[in-house]
C-alpha cells in the first residue's frame, strides 16, 4: 500500500494539496508514494525559517552549532540500518548506499570538527588588520556575521541523504536555518532521516524545513538575505539562475551541474604497469556505481591513441564481470536507476551517442538481470562507446548520459587530452592516472582552469585514495563552466558563504571593542595583578603587562650561542660582517624573544597551565651590545577550549587559549621583534 510522502514545514507535518506524483521501486516499479505540492504557502515557509530557525541559531557560537552537528550525526549514525532499507529501494547497491547515508552523516562530522577553527564566538574575524592612517588612528578590517535569511536547496535524485546533509552541514555551522527541496522522485528517503532529526529535537524549531514535492512557486519569495543552491541538470539550473526574484534581489545562486567529466590514462601507464590496472578499475567503478547517476561520473576515457584498444579490451573485459540487477541477491553488483522514466531519458540520450559514436561494449536491450524482472525495473547494463575522432565528432563532449553510459577517446600528447578534456566546457572533476610527475604536473596546471577538482592517482596515492567521484566535505566541490561555475561545502569557505563579510574601519580602540581581538595601537590597561596570575576568565583583552629593562651585552650572545649551538657568523665573528646590514656583532633573535620571555613570565605557580606555541614572529631590528629592551605582553585574544570531566589529563580542566601580543621594543620605544605566542590558562 502506497503512503502520502509528507513535508516537514511551520513546525509540523503537513501532505499537502492536490494530485501527487508518483515515486517508485527501482526493481518492481511498484508505487511507493505520492507526494503533492498545491496548498503551500512558500512565503509563509521562508518566513518561518528567517522570524524562528535564523535567531535561535545566529544566537549560537560557532563552538555550540558545531557540537549540535556531531550530536546529530551520532543520533542518524545509530539509525542508519533504516535508511539502508530505504535507500535499496532507489535502486542503489549497499556501496552505493553507504556514500549516501554514512557520506553523508560524515559531513556534519566534518563540520562539526571544523567548529575548532572558528572562534567560540556568533562571528568570524577575518584576515590581518589594515592600516589606513600614517599615525595608526584609523585602520580596518574584516568580520564575518551570519546573513539573517535562509538557505534554500535544492537537490537531485541520486543522493537524496548525501545531497541534503553536506549542504545543511555547512549553512547550520554559519548560523542560518535551510529549507531543502528534496527531488520530488526519491524525497521518500530524504523524509525518513527528516522524521529522526526532527523527532531527536536537537536543532533549534525552523533551523530546517523539507518539501518533498516540486517546489513550484519556492524561489518566488527569496529575499536578498537568502542564498539559493542547485544540484542537478545545466538545462534546469540554467533556468532558475535566471529567475526574476533572485535577479531582484541580487540572491547569491550555487549551481552544480552534472557535467561530462574526463578520466586520462597518462603516456606512461602502460599495460603492466599499477597505473593501467588503477586506470581501468576505477573507471569501472565510476561507470557501475550508482548505475552511473552521479553528477561526477566518468563519462569522457581519453587514452594515449597506441592503448586505444587496449584499453577498451581490458575496460571490457571488467565490465563483463558486472551482475545486474537486485543487489539483495549474492554477487550483484550493480543495481537499477531510480526508475523507469529515468531509464527512458537514459536510453533516449543513449541512441543520440550511438548515431555518431559505436557501442563497443553491453548492449541497452540484450542483457541478464539478476533476482529482478528486467521489464518492471529500471536496469541497464554498462554501456562503453567509441569515438575516434573526439576532436571533430563533438557529441561526446554534449550530450551527457546520466547512467552507466561512458565513450572512450585516444589523444597524442597530454597537451592534447587537455584540450580535449576542455571541449565539456567546464567539468567537477578531472582523473590524471600516472606515476610520472612531470605529466602529473603538466595536465594539472593547464586542466585546472576547466575542473572543480583534480585527482592524480597512482600507486602511491591509490590505497587511501577516496577516488575520482567522491568530493569531500573540506574541499570546494563544484566547477566552471557546464558545470555551473558553483562552489559547494570547501571547509571554512564553504562557511562563508552564507555569512555577510563587512570591512569594519575606526581606531584601533574602536576596532578592538567589536571584533574581541586586540589591535595595535588600540588602548592597553596596566593593572597591579600580573596577568599570569589571572584566570582565563578574569583576563581581558588588552590589558597590558610593562615589564623591567635588561641591557644585552656581549656575555648574553656568548652564553646563548653555548646553549643553543647557534653561531652565525652574524653573533660571534665581527671581521664577517663587511657586506651585511649589520654594524657589528647583533644579538641572535631567538635570544631576545627568549629574554622577553624571562621579562614577562611570573614563576610562581598559577593559572598559566602551558606554552601553547608561537603563532607569529618578527625581528624588526637589530640588537646590538649595549642596547636596552624590554616588553608589552597585551591580551591579544581568548579562545576557549572544550573539556570533558569524564576524560583524563588535561580534556577534563576548564581551560582557555590565551594569545598574547608580545611586543619587545629598544631603549628609543623602537620595536625590535614582535611576536604572538600562546598559553594555555585554566578557567576558575
Known amino acids: 500500500m502506497s503512503k502520502s510522502i509528507q ?45 524562528a530557525g535564523n535567531p535561535a541559531l545566529r544566537r549560537l557560537t560557532f563552538h555550540e552549532r558545531g557540537r549540535m552537528l556531531k550530536a546529530l550525526a551520532l543520533y542518524l549514525l545509530d539509525r542508519k540500518d533504516r535508511y539502508y532499507g530505504l535507500s535499496h529501494l532507489t535502486g542503489a547497491t549497499r556501496a552505493d548506499s553507504w556514500v549516501d547515508i554514512e557520506g553523508g552523516i560524515g559531513n556534519l562530522f566534518a563540520y562539526s570538527s571544523l567548529r575548532r577553527r572558528f572562534p567560540n564566538e556568533t562571528y568570524y574575524v577575518e584576515g590581518e588588520t589594515v592600516r589606513l592612517s600614517k599615525e595608526n588612528t584609523f585602520i580596518g578590517h574584516h568580520i564575518l556575521t551570519p546573513k539573517r535569511g535562509v538557505a534554500v536547496h535544492i537537490n537531485a535524485f541520486n543522493f537524496p541523504i548525501w545531497g541534503m546533509l553536506e549542504k545543511i552541514s555547512v549553512n547550520l555551522l554559519a548560523g542560518m536555518p535551510a529549507v531543502v527541496k528534496a527531488s520530488e522522485q526519491t524525497s521518500f528517503l530524504t523524509e525518513a532521516m527528516v522524521h529522526d532529526i526532527v523527532a531527536s529535537g536537537i536543532l533549534p524549531e525552523g533551523a530546517l524545513q523539507l518539501i ?50 574526463a578520466a586520462v590514462l597518462g603516456e606512461d601507464a602502460v599495460p603492466g604497469t599499477p597505473e593501467f590496472d588503477l586506470f581501468i578499475k576505477e573507471v569501472r567503478r565510476e561507470m557501475v556505481t550508482k548505475a552511473g547517476q552521479k553528477c561526477t561520473a566518468v563519462r569522457r576515457i581519453l587514452v594515449p591513441e597506441n ?22 541477491v549474492e554477487g550483484v553488483r550493480m543495481g537499477a536507476l531510480i526508475n523507469r522514466h529515468q531509464l527512458d ?39 562503453l562507446l567509441r569515438n575516434d575522432n ?26 592534447q587530452a587537455v584540450e580535449i578534456a576542455a571541449l565539456g566546457r567546464g567539468s567537477l572533476v578531472s582523473t590524471i592516472c600516472t606515476h610520472d610527475r612531470g605529466i602529473a604536473r603538466e595536465y594539472v596546471l593547464e586542466a585546472a582552469s576547466w575542473h572543480g577538482r583534480v585527482l592524480v592517482l597512482n600507486r602511491d596515492s591509490a590505497k587511501e585514495s577516496t577516488g575520482h567521484g567522491s568530493p569531500m566535505p573540506l574541499l570546494v566541490h563544484g566547477g566552471p ?15 562563508m558563504h552564507y555569512m555577510q563579510r563587512t570591512a569594519i574601519q575606526g581606531h584601533p580602540t574602536d576596532v578592538t571593542a567589536v571584533t574581541g581581538q586586540y589591535q595595535s595601537g588600540g588602548a592597553q590597561r596596566e593593572t597591579p595583578v600580573h596577568p599570569f596570575k589571572k584566570y582565563f576568565d578574569e583576563l581581558e583583552v588588552g590589558e597590558t603587562l610593562v615589564t623591567a629593562k635588561h641591557t644585552v651585552s656581549i656575555a648574553d650572545i656568548h652564553n646563548f650561542a653555548n646553549v643553543s649551538g647557534d653561531n ?25 624573544l627568549s629574554k622577553a620571555a624571562g621579562l614577562f613570565v611570573d614563576p610562581k605557580k598559577g593559572p598559566v597551565l602551558l606554552n601553547y606555541g608561537l603563532d607569529e614572529c618578527r625581528f624588526t631590528k637589530p640588537v ?61
Not at 531519458?345 to 540484450?366: F, N, Q, S
Not at 542483457?367 to 529500471?378: I, L
Not at 616588553?631 to 580542566?653: C, F, H, M, N, S
Open 7 to 51: 513535508h516537514y514545514i511551520l513546525g509540523h507535518w503537513t501532505p499537502g494539496e492536490g494530485e501527487g506524483l508518483p515515486q517508485f521501486n527501482a526493481y518492481t516499479g511498484e508505487l511507493i508514494g505520492t507526494t503533492a505540492s498545491d496548498g503551500i504557502d512558500y512565503a509563509a515557509v521562508l518566513d518561518y525559517a528567517r522570524k
Open 212 to 261: 518533498c514535492g516540486t517546489g513550484r512557486g519556492l524561489l518566488d519569495h527569496v529575499q536578498n538575505q537568502d542564498v539559493v543552491t542547485f544540484t542537478g541538470s545545466a538545462e534546469t539550473g540554467k533556468k532558475l539562475r535566471a529567475h526574476p526574484a533572485l535577479i531582484e534581489h541580487s540572491v547569491p545562486f550555487t549551481m552544480e551541474a552534472d557535467s561530462l567529466n
Open 307 to 328: 592503448l586505444l584498444d587496449e584499453v577498451q579490451k581490458a575496460l571490457s573485459k571488467e565490465l563483463a564481470k558486472t551482475l545486474v540487477g537486485d543487489p539483495s
Open 345 to 383: 531519458r537514459v536510453r533516449e540520450k543513449l541512441r543520440l551517442l550511438a548515431a555518431k559514436t559505436p557501442i563497443v561494449h553491453g548492449h541497452p536491450d540484450d542483457f541478464e538481470v539478476t533476482g529482478a524482472s528486467r521489464e518492471k525495473g529500471a536496469f541497464l547494463p554498462p554501456i
Open 390 to 415: 573526439p576532436l571533430h565528432n563533438t557529441i561526446s563532449h554534449e550530450t551527457e548520459c546520466f547512467g552507466p553510459v561512458s565513450t572512450i577517446m585516444p589523444y597524442k600528447t597530454i597537451e
Open 481 to 495: 563552466g557546464h558545470a555551473g561555475g558553483g562552489e559547494e561545502m570547501g571547509g571554512m569557505r564553504g562557511v
Open 568 to 592: 652565525f657568523y652574524a653573533h660571534m665573528d665581527e671581521t664577517a660582517l663587511e657586506g651585511t646590514p649589520f654594524t657589528g656583532r647583533v644579538a641572535h633573535g631567538y635570544f631576545v
Open 624 to 684: 646590538y651590545p649595549g642596547m636596552t629592551i624590554g616588553v608589552k605582553l597585551t591580551v591579544k585574544e581568548k579562545i576557549e577550549q572544550e573539556y570533558d570531566p569524564a576524560r583524563e589529563g588535561i580534556a577534563a580542566i576548564p581551560r582557555g587559549i590565551v594569545k598574547w601580543l608580545v611586543d619587545v621594543y629598544d631603549e628609543t620605544g623602537e620595536t625590535v621583534a614582535i611576536a604572538t605566542i600562546l598559553t594555555m590558562v585554566r578557567k576558575r
